[in-house]
């Protein structure tokens, strides 16, 4: 089951963060273009978060996460399997778990298993997009303008 067609409000709160990154996506990764959200597999019951393709033509499979845990790892993985097997593993394909914090062991697990997993740390401001409030350790930056006299 994906995100859109569960009913858990965490999942409500991803669906949010996540189309509202892909609004401003141009923003953050003028590199790549965006090519859907909800991608449906052969299958059609398993859907990837967004899909994006870069100018090498690498095409990126991601997971929007509030958090980052075990579970994204086997998403990303399984889309990313999904997608080489519907492109006849002919094109270059790149999971990647996009999250405002990750568990400390999945960094660990795609660095030393080595596989091939980009992480993106959603910028802290995008929270209020899924109505998240901000955490102790996530605070507004506030810039101090000096007065110049």
Known sequence: MHL???KAPEFEHECRIRDFYAKHFNNERSDELLVATEHS???GSTRADM???DKSELIR???FKIKADFDALGQILSYVALAKRKFNFERSVRGVIAAFEFRSEIPLAIEILNLNIEQVIIPAWMRQAGSIPLT?????LIVEIPVTN
Do not use: A, M, Y
């Not at 102790?136 to 507004?140: G, I, N």
């Open 136 to 140: 102790q350790q996530v605070r507004p």
């Open 61 to 63: 499979i991601w997971e």
């Open 41 to 43: 597999f052969s299958d």
């Open 4 to 6: 859109s067609q569960q």
């Open 51 to 53: 899909v994006t393709i």
